[in-house]
């Protein structure tokens, strides 16, 4: 098992810019895949970014594409989500996630941090 601790979260303004960490720690936490999610309230846990284990493959959602960007530091055991151009409808609680496939469903991971709140104002 992996545990995952978030960091990062705000509050910003529309059209600014947050970082989010993902400290990854464990046997493994090096060689699974680690993706980020998000949960607003009342909405299901949507997809966000994945990259995998050597940091070489990455996937995003349509939604956040152009604007934010995954990578992850394996000498740090610690992954990102550098997110620019933020909007109101990207408030939510952010989730790190590690497993394996690559997947965008939250059924592919098996380990989830507690989340990290970040709020867009208009």
């Known amino acids: 098992q992996v545990q995952l601790v978030e960091s990062g979260g705000g509050l910003v303004q529309a059209g600014g810019s947050l970082r989010l960490s993902c400290a990854a720690s464990g046997r493994t936490s090096s060689s699974v895949d680690m993706a980020w999610f998000r949960q607003a309230p009342g909405k299901e846990r949507e997809f966000v970014a994945v990259?995998?284990?050597?940091?070489?493959?990455?996937r995003t959602a349509e939604s956040v594409k152009g604007r934010f960007t995954i990578s992850r530091d394996n000498a740090k055991n610690t992954m990102y989500l550098q997110m620019n151009s933020l909007k109101p409808e990207d408030t939510a609680v952010y989730l790190c996630?590690?497993?394996?496939?690559?997947?965008?469903?939250?059924?592919?991971?098996?380990?989830w941090g507690q989340g990290t709140q970040v709020t867009v104002s208009s």
């Open positions: 990259v995998g284990w050597t940091g070489g493959l990455t």
């Open positions: 996630a590690a497993g394996r496939g690559l997947g965008t469903a939250p059924s592919w991971y098996n380990s």
